[in-house]
């Protein structure tokens, strides 16, 4: 299912200079050859490791292009420029590896000083990985059930805290919370979390949102379990549905420790349950708010078609699109254009701790051959468009 929204690229680059694109462009060429991305990682790393003064380069490069800044202000142009073109921002502090309480704590008081940052509502959304607020141990621990020692379980109390306290402040400052999905071993606990917080956060509005991971083979049934257990209950229910980011990593501990593996056979499977998680929460959108996180054209073209099936308000937030920043612009700028509440991903953080997040991203685009192409062919475009105004 095509859409021809999404090939307007005057549209979808109206904001980048010919430097911009030509960046863009230069930057998706060169991730699409596997072999430049493996020998380039080996180089950034050694280059790092030798302490290299190479942060000049990397900012003026792939940081520009898949992050705002390095912290909240560096990000306000960009917040600005997109806000020019009807898109929100959605700050995500990508420093990834955080691991003691001092770090959680602080994640959570940036994550406050976000949501306070809000007075102008241009940050509807605030997320957060649940990595990024406890230890990965001890959501492990308690998503197959063992029984917690007690310093763990008054830990395991203040991971719960922690999302309460992020919550809390959210609803008041009417903004929402978008909890990222990670490895699906740690999954049950979260889950858990969340059926809590849509209790507390979710009478008045959708203050909470989890997210689901289509290549996941049981999360139809999930999203199914939330709407029998939710819906006499005067609540709302976020999901953030993505088709997931760990698939490799699923399938080695699957295969290492011999269990059956929790990821579709295919990406035709897993497109097939990522359409039907869609109708289904269409088909019950009294009761779900949706937000779609997916740079697939064709899934974007299907919550369209069931926004107008359904009749929903475009305007009335039940339905968000999201992208990462510098990633298919032609979707979000398109669908902004044209009234659909759209908000972007937008990393920051310090340019030696952001570096694990850009080099997933050029694995990505590299991984994702179709898309790559499909994102250079829109940047030859816009430039043949320029060039005929001349
Ligand atoms: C706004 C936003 C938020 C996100 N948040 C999260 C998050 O919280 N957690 C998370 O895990 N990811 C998250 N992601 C990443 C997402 O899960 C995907 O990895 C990424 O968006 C690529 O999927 P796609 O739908 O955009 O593109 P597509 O190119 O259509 O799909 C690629 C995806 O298909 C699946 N796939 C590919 N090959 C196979 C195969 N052989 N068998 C089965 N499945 C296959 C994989 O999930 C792969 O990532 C987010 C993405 C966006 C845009």
Redesign the pocket.
């Known amino acids: 299912m095509q859409n021809k929204i999404f090939n307007n690229t005057e549209i979808a680059f109206k904001n980048k200079s010919f430097l911009d694109l030509l960046r863009a462009y230069l930057i998706f060429k060169i991730i699409s050859f596997p072999v430049l991305v493996t020998i380039g990682k080996y180089v950034l790393l050694l280059l790092l490791k030798a302490k290299f003064p190479i942060k000049f380069l990397i900012k003026s490069s792939i940081f520009k292009q898949f992050c705002g800044g390095e912290n909240e202000d560096e990000c306000k142009k960009t917040i600005d420029n997109l806000r020019t073109s009807g898109i929100y921002s959605i700050l995500d502090y990508s420093v990834e590896g955080l691991v003691s309480n001092k770090s959680f704590d602080n994640t959570v008081l940036r994550t406050l000083n976000l949501i306070k940052l809000n007075t102008s509502n241009n940050f509807p959304f605030i997320v957060f990985k649940p990595t990024a607020i406890g230890e990965f141990k001890l959501y492990e621990k308690v998503s197959s059930n063992k029984k917690l020692s007690n310093k763990e379980a008054i830990e395991w109390g203040s991971v719960i805290n922690r999302f309460n306290l992020i919550c809390e402040s959210a609803l008041k400052n009417n903004v929402s919370v978008l909890i990222?999905?990670?490895e699906s071993w740690i999954q049950a606990s979260v889950d858990e979390i969340f059926e809590n917080l849509i209790v507390k956060y979710n009478s008045e509005r959708t203050t909470v949102y989890n997210?689901v991971?289509a290549?996941r083979v049981d999360r139809l049934n999930y999203i199914k379990y939330l709407q029998n257990k939710f819906e006499s209950k005067k609540v709302y229910i976020g999901i953030?549905l993505?088709?997931?980011?760990?698939?490799e990593k699923e399938r080695e501990r699957s295969y290492k420790l011999n269990y059956a593996s929790p990821?579709?056979?295919?990406?035709n499977?897993?497109?097939v349950c990522?359409n039907d998680c869609i109708n289904y929460m269409f088909e019950h959108i009294n009761l779900f708010s949706i937000f779609i996180?997916?740079?697939?054209e064709e899934?974007n073209a299907l919550a369209i078609k069931n926004i107008k099936n359904h009749n929903v308000n475009i305007k009335d937030g039940k339905v968000w699109f999201?992208?990462?920043y510098g990633m298919s612009d032609h979707i979000s700028y398109n669908l902004s254009f044209n009234g659909y509440r759209v908000a972007k991903?937008l990393p920051f953080g310090p340019v030696k701790d952001v570096i694990p997040y850009l080099l997933r991203r050029a694995d990505?685009n590299t991984s994702?051959e179709?898309?790559t192409s499909r994102e250079l062919l829109l940047f030859k475009k816009e430039f043949k468009r320029r060039k005929s105004l001349l």
């Open positions: 990222d999905a990670e997210t991971q290549y953030k993505v088709r997931g980011a760990y698939m990821i579709h056979n295919s990406k499977d897993t497109d990522f996180g997916t740079h697939n899934s999201s992208q990462l991903y990505e994702i179709g898309q």
